[in-house]
């Protein structure tokens, strides 16, 4: 008798066929025990079985493919080994956007997998979407991430109620007007969304820092990203320009930061054009911070502004 391990790496890396049934059954038993190591060799292998089947059915319409019986197996074979991430980052996402709080990841969990109701999202339409000839496995995680916490964002609607509800609230400072929501208790430190988006904003900076064009590059992101991270602040110009080899100007230092951000930008649009068309996962507040920054050093000494 073929016991479900067997199946489930016939199916996975040697492109055996099995019943639909016979793989979810053997992904589910097997879904748990996997290392991340392990985890990231199975994603690929799907991933790279999608990427062949959709080239093979590249005249059928996109919203068609995933009735695709081969298509439908493959995506939902991902979800499924991907389950214990789903769920993580579900309940990070309660923990950390006050609307969520009074849902159980249960009940958020389909939402995640296919979006709200009367749209075309969430996780399975994400995976069918992903790019794998030109992006890869490594960047299918954090890419995963993103299409959850948009499949988890607030309606204009449920906005507007949230913010009726809380609006009244009184924090333990005073009046929460800003609707920074009922269980941030800790004034002197970012709210929990904000320290969210940042945290998965660094995440995907740097799995793109090792593409950009330029060694000069590489090395002036992976340096001004584990700043932010130890400080929580943007370098000033004059440090950047000391830490190229060799030393360079402050206005020499100001154009490669500049060079540096505007790459970063492209090469997250190339990676992440869902995040970067729709805005999720604070793509628009990242923007705007180096937008201010650019500004803000043109007006001023470069050699004492912020980067």
Do not use: C
């Not at 049934?21 to 392990?38: C, D, F, H, I, P």
């Not at 249960?106 to 709200?116: C, D, I």
């Not at 794998?132 to 609607?157: E, H, M, S, W």
């Not at 602040?233 to 360079?248: G, I, K, N, Y």
Request: charged residues 25%; glycine residues 6%.
């Amino acid at each position: 008798m073929t016991t479900d391990e067997e199946i489930f790496h016939g199916f996975v890396f040697d492109g055996k066929h099995y019943a639909k049934e016979k793989v979810e059954q053997a992904t589910r038993a097997m879904q748990r025990s996997l290392t991340s190591t392990e985890l990231r060799r199975v994603n690929d292998a799907l991933l790279a079985r999608l990427a062949n089947a959709k080239e093979a059915r590249r005249v059928m319409p996109k919203k068609e493919q995933l009735n695709d019986p081969d298509i439908n197996t493959l995506v939902n074979t991902l979800v499924l080994v991907n389950q214990a991430w789903i769920t993580h980052v579900i309940e990070q996402n309660v923990q950390s956007r006050p609307h969520l709080s009074s849902s159980s990841v249960g009940e958020l969990y389909s939402t995640a997998l296919t979006g709200r109701a009367g749209t075309v999202g969430g996780v399975m339409n994400a995976i069918l979407k992903y790019d794998y000839a030109k992006r890869g496995v490594d960047a299918f995680t954090p890419y995963l991430t993103a299409a959850i916490r948009n499949a988890l964002q607030q309606t204009p609607k449920e906005h507007k109620t949230y913010q009726r509800i809380y609006a009244g609230m009184q924090s333990m400072h005073g009046r929460d007007d800003d609707a920074r929501g009922k269980g941030w208790v800790d004034r002197t430190v970012p709210r929990p969304e904000a320290a969210a988006i940042n945290r998965e904003l660094l995440e995907v900076v740097q799995s793109v820092i090792p593409r950009l064009p330029t060694a000069q590059q590489r090395d002036t992101a992976a340096w001004l990203f584990d700043r932010i991270l130890a400080t929580g602040e943007l370098p000033m110009t004059r440090e950047v320009a000391q830490r190229q080899q060799p030393p360079v100007s402050g206005e020499r230092g100001r154009q490669i930061m500049e060079e540096t951000v505007d790459s970063i930008r492209r090469q997250i649009e190339a990676d992440y054009p869902q995040l970067a068309a729709e805005g999720i996962n604070g793509w628009v507040e990242f923007k705007k911070a180096f937008t201010r920054t650019n500004l803000n050093t043109r007006r001023a000494d470069p050699g004492n502004d912020r980067a």
